[in-house]
């Protein structure tokens, strides 16, 4: 397993938590075979080495809950009124997974009322600015062709008495939450809360980001897309170094602490020189630091191509300044681009030797666009999943993907935890292999 792979330690307990015995028929159209049971897992560790260690620690391997239509459902469709909300960044794929949920819903589940509650958290609190929208087939129509989110993002937490009574004075009973870490850390607050007061409602999570670093799902939504902006980038990059004698393209892509973009849009395109991500710490200056290494390429060459995730470096950048966070309580970097610019230009000028530099930021553009093709497919199967698991009276966890299947993770499994490259891992050593 390439990426962040879990670690024993945190999925002894997978167990998905439940509101109640389903003892309504599913009216869910799909065929017979494909109704999925509570006890059908799928193993984390698909590596025989990883069983064997289980087995050496009398430790039963570890499984995620299936995700899929179950035969018998919690909630009679005709009394749920569902809720949905999209937090933090902007990511692709945002209005697929609202419109999927929505089509799920109504078509096969026969819900009549679905609230979309406005700009993230702040949509379930007195703070509210808008009234939530009502969200039907006719609303959420063709949103799917549009980046961004109808419902509108932001970032932090609310208090959560508050957004309790919201949600009751709504008669919400089933609430999905679109987004990443620190949506889900708020969730599962609030699923606990709710637990606490016997409150029937379901909180079901949909993994948004486009950094690619919820634990315990393989891949998120909108991350496939992201790579694919951020590929264009580097391709412009490339071909203005190219052009130049001694041309040098520096791009920064987002990645806060998690490398995964600059990492597979380095590997899908076989030009870059430079990879540089959070995991994997670097040296600006000696025989083996990043200026002598590309002065000696610049030899070569005469071109090269640098890549920065927003969140390498960090170390190196001493600018006095405090540490900052933004509302959800990530650290916020430092500007790795610039700094890298600036120490570039630095070094050539110094050294005497002329270069050309370009540098591309492409930046939020990378997110705000509309899916590609296996972002939009991969959020119709979220969606769908995890309306199947709302339903069936499941609450306090997400859907997610691993091992080729879809799956229930609980939130507190997820939460405070994050995926990071795996430097030994396939991906990167492809990546060092290609590089320099
Ligand atoms: O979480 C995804 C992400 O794209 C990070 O890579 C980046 O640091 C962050 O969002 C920036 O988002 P914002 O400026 O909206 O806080």
Redesign the pocket.
Known sequence: MESGFPELEGLKDLAIEQLGTPCYESPFKGKDFRFVSDDSGVLVYSNTKDIERCKAGCIQPPAFQEAGPRKKIYFNSKDVVAGMLTA????PGLNDVIRTIVMQLTYEYGVKKIYGFRYGYEGISSKRHDDPMILNPQVVGDIQHQGGTILGTS?GDQDLDDMLETLQKFEVNVLFVIG?DGTFRGAHKLANLARERNLDIAFIGVPK???N?IFCSEKTFGFSTAVEEARSAIYGAHEEAEAAWNGIGLVKL???DSGF?AMHATLANSDVNFCLIPEVQFTLEGENGLLARLEKRLERRRHAVVVAA??AGQNLIKDGEETMQ?S?G?IL?KDIGLYLKHQILRHFKEKGIPVTLKYIDPS?MI?SCEANAEDSSFCLLLGQNAVHAAMAGKTNMFVAYWNNHFTHVPLKTAVGRRKTVNPLGDYWQSVIAMTD
Do not use: F, P, Q, V
């Open positions: 933090g960044g902007l990511c970032r990443g980001t486009i950094d670093d987002m990645g806060r973009i927003e969140g933004d959800s990530n970097h939020y997110r």
